[in-house]
């Protein structure tokens, strides 16, 4: 329904308030005094708000619309319309930077990631750094702030590397700098580096994860552990099958949407039966929800699960982290399947089509097969030879 005048004007009132929605949040509230409200409804951050645009008639119809419409698109922006802006840059410090990323973070991560995140920002970046500016942060700022937590604490150094680079992102993105201090600092402190972009998991250790995974008293949540297996049986990337959702899915196909993919392209991935009977119950619009069930789970929580080490009452280690493995992530399960693919048999070329890694050069320009008819064999084939296997 479309509001016009004529329609507002004739809307009488009740006993009770109530309310009548023209779409998309836009909303007009009439109490039982006869007060007609313009309103916009609408979720940030999994919460429901209301935002009021003026009373009716002294705010015209016009008028409420125009409010309306900058609202919803500070919404589209994943902006407060509520939350006054932050100030400009000349005057916006880390520590402001830290207060603004830390709401952002909280609504958007695992309560035990968020913990650790708010440790480390609040530990090692705002007394180094917390009276800066944003804009004055430089490249050699952020490796000298590196390699001071490093040659303490090699791991804490690539926490502040990992957590100050994604809150710099963040700042990016909203415009509060020009660039990120902390892009490429890892050729520059090699201490802090990760060095397992070439780990494949053996057979041995690919029947050790599935058991563990499987167990129902394992480590983390269901959701988390099957989100896990997924990857292994799909070859695809942590955070594509964390945000897995039911519009997503029809029968044995699974289509990513380009704004969900790393090269920005569609990409259509099959799911074989062992992943079909292993997908969870679905109670909200996500398979792998938060607890909260107002979103997804996060990338991270996935790799966090894996390298938490949980303690008792007493202080005593329940399990050991990456289930008593060396050192694995969550992306080396898709490194894994599709090198284990390969030794099936697979081309380089069909492994490519199935990872949704981008053609190169003239290929990519004029090779748009999108190879479904393979996918289906290998992603079948490598179901079946990981039934067999564990």
């Keep these: 329904m479309k509001f016009t005048d004529r329609y507002l004007q004739s809307l009488k009132p009740r006993e009770r308030e109530y309310c009548v929605r023209e779409g998309h949040g836009f909303t007009i509230r009439v109490l039982p005094s006869g007060s007609k409200t313009f309103q916009y409804i609408y979720f940030i951050n999994g919460k429901r708000k209301r935002l009021g645009l003026g009373n009716y008639p002294i705010t015209s119809l016009a008028e409420a619309r125009e409010k309306y419409f900058d609202a919803a698109t500070s919404v589209c922006k994943g902006l407060d319309p509520q939350v006054p802006p932050p100030p400009p840059p000349e005057f916006y410090t880390v520590s402001k930077l830290i207060e603004d990323y830390l709401i952002h973070a909280e609504a958007n991560l695992s309560k035990a990631f968020f913990k650790i995140v708010r440790l480390t920002l609040n530990n090692d ?23 001071s937590v490093a040659s303490r604490a090699p791991g804490q150094g690539r926490n502040v590397l990992k957590i100050a680079r994604t809150m710099f992102t963040y700042a990016l993105h909203r415009e509060r700098v020009d660039f990120n201090p902390f892009s490429g600092v890892s050729t520059a402190v090699p201490s802090v580096a990760a060095n397992d972009r070439d780990r494949v998991l053996s057979n041995d250790e690919i029947k050790h994860v599935w058991n563990s995974l499987h167990n129902k008293v394992g480590i983390g949540t269901h959701e988390t552990r099957i989100a896990l297996l997924i990857i292994l049986i799909t070859a695809q990337r942590p955070g594509e099958v964390a945000g897995m959702s039911a519009t997503e899915v029809s029968e044995n196909w699974w ?32 398979y792998f929800p938060a607890p909260t069930l107002a979103g997804p789970i996060g990338r991270s929580s996935l790799s966090h699960m894996l390298s938490q080490t949980p303690k008792d009452k007493s202080g005593n280690s329940i399990r050991l982290p990456y289930l008593g493995l060396p050192r694995w992530t969550p992306h080396d399960l898709r490194r894994t399947a599709a090198t284990k693919m390969s030794e099936l048999g697979a081309s380089d070329e069909i492994v490519d089509a199935i990872l949704n890694h981008r053609k190169k050069g003239v290929i990519g320009i004029y090779n748009r097969n999108k190879y479904d008819n393979e996918k289906q064999i290998w992603l079948t084939k490598w179901a079946n030879h990981l039934e067999k296997l564990t």
Excluded at 125 to 146: F, H, Q, S
């Design 125 to 147: 970046v705002l007394p180094a750094w917390g009276r800066r500016l944003t804009v004055d942060i430089r490249r050699r700022d952020a490796i000298e702030l590196v390699e």
């Design 255 to 286: 289509t990513i949407s380009s704004d969900r993919t790393k090269n920005n392209e569609e990409h259509r991935v099959f799911l074989p039966p062992l992943a079909l009977r292993l997908l969870p119950i679905l109670l909200c619009p996500w």
